[in-house]
């Protein structure tokens, strides 16, 4: 890889951002993913030029030729992440660096450009700073999402000589509706996300598009999220639609599935891991049947399992259905260990509890 090269940032101002009146009735009940800030950054590559054209700019409608790849080879990844409001005041990232490694990874796999690094961390730099007066009160925070696809007019399979790399910002509240709640999940019996070789470990929109007919079956019974297995034999519990999960046992020991190309390396997931060995406790990441979940949960062996990600943090698992049945874990409420890691987690990225591994950027 060659040297990194600093890319000066034109920066435009919207000459008309939504006023001050507006944005607190919008920041009111945010949701998930609905409303958008301003601004985004934009970064432009191409074959003969390498990144080029880095701007801050108001937020607007994208012009693609039709001809564009991503439309016709899905050549698009992307990330998520979050800035969030102190208790001190100022705004920080949470372990931000590893979101760009991600992206460089999952650039790799699909044969795209690798964004440096510091190119990327600027980049949500120049967003954040711009619109930070847009994190909701309260428990609210800004997701942000940085994303790039193949944008050159080319219809042939090959990697795209043109790229667009783009970051965009939504005011958000509560991921699950009903807010921290334990969720219901539904067992795909008929899809699996991911096979070895494929995508699994990164983040493009493919993955997700093919989740999405699970998550409607998922819905469609009355639950919150899907829970895929394995590709192969089609017994091992891999993760959620989105989202990493963790087993919580008699003995306070935790279990998570192991990285192994079919599962996303998440960013929240490795950070349980350390807070969880950091209380002495034991995790393992192991493979564990849908069949030994089942059975631990009726005997009592398993108490609480939890789901985890950037965009919901930690939500405790409270049922799980299949088409044969259903059951619950412990009391179907979660559980005293996920509250627990859930706690001292966001307590790290508000500032409350001391961060130990300079996981926490400040940024204003």
């Given at each position: 890889m060659s040297a990194h090269r600093h890319l000066p940032f034109a920066r435009r101002p919207h000459h008309a951002p939504v006023a001050p009146d507006a944005l607190a009735s919008m920041l009111e009940s945010p949701?998930?993913?609905?409303?958008?800030?301003d601004h985004m950054v934009t970064i432009s590559w191409s074959e003969r030029q390498g990144w080029y054209d880095a701007q801050l700019r108001a937020r607007e409608p994208l012009t693609l030729d039709p001809a564009a790849a991503v439309l016709h080879y899905a050549q698009e990844i992307f990330e998520g992440l979050k800035a969030y409001r102190l208790t001190s005041g100022g705004v920080a990232l949470f372990r931000p660096e590893q979101n760009a490694r991600r992206f460089q990874a999952s650039a790799t796999r699909l044969a795209m450009p690798l964004l440096p690094e510091p190119t990327f961390l600027e980049a949500i730099d120049e967003l954040v700073q711009i619109d930070a007066h847009w994190i909701p009160p309260g428990d609210g925070s800004l997701y942000l999402r940085p994303f790039m696809f193949a944008s050159e007019p080319f219809l042939g399979v090959r990697p795209a000589n043109e790229y667009l790399f783009v970051?965009?910002?939504?005011?958000v509240g509560a991921y699950f509706k009903g807010g921290s709640k334990a969720v219901r999940v539904w067992l795909s019996q008929d899809?699996?996300?991911?096979?070895?070789?494929?995508t699994g470990a990164i983040k493009c929109g493919g993955?997700?598009?093919?989740?999405?007919v699970a998550q409607a079956e998922a819905s469609k019974h009355g639950c919150d999220q899907v829970v895929f297995l394995d590709a192969v034999e089609h017994r091992w519990v891999e993760e959620l639609?989105?989202?990493n999960i963790f087993f919580v046992f008699e003995d306070g020991s935790?279990?998570?599935?192991?990285?192994?190309?079919?599962?996303?390396?998440?960013i929240t997931r490795d950070s349980l891991i350390t807070l969880a060995r950091r209380e002495g406790l034991t995790v393992r990441e192991e493979r564990y049947s849908f069949e030994q979940w089942r059975s631990d949960a009726k005997s009592g062996k398993l108490r609480e399992a939890f789901a985890c990600g950037t965009a919901a943090v930690v939500s405790a698992i409270g049922e799980v259905k299949t088409t044969d049945g259903h059951f619950t874990i412990g009391d179907g409420h979660g559980g005293p260990v996920?509250?627990?890691?859930?706690?001292?987690?966001?307590?790290?990225q508000r500032?409350?509890?001391?961060?130990?591994?300079?996981?926490?950027?400040?940024?204003?």
């Open positions: 949701g998930f993913g609905r409303i958008f800030t970051v965009i910002a939504s005011a899809y699996t996300r991911a096979a070895p070789g494929g993955n997700y598009a093919a989740s999405l639609g989105g989202m935790l279990l998570t599935p192991p990285l192994g190309g079919t599962i996303l390396p998440g996920t509250d627990r890691l859930k706690s001292k987690l966001i307590g790290i500032g409350e509890v001391a961060d130990q591994d300079g996981w926490v950027r400040k940024v204003l």
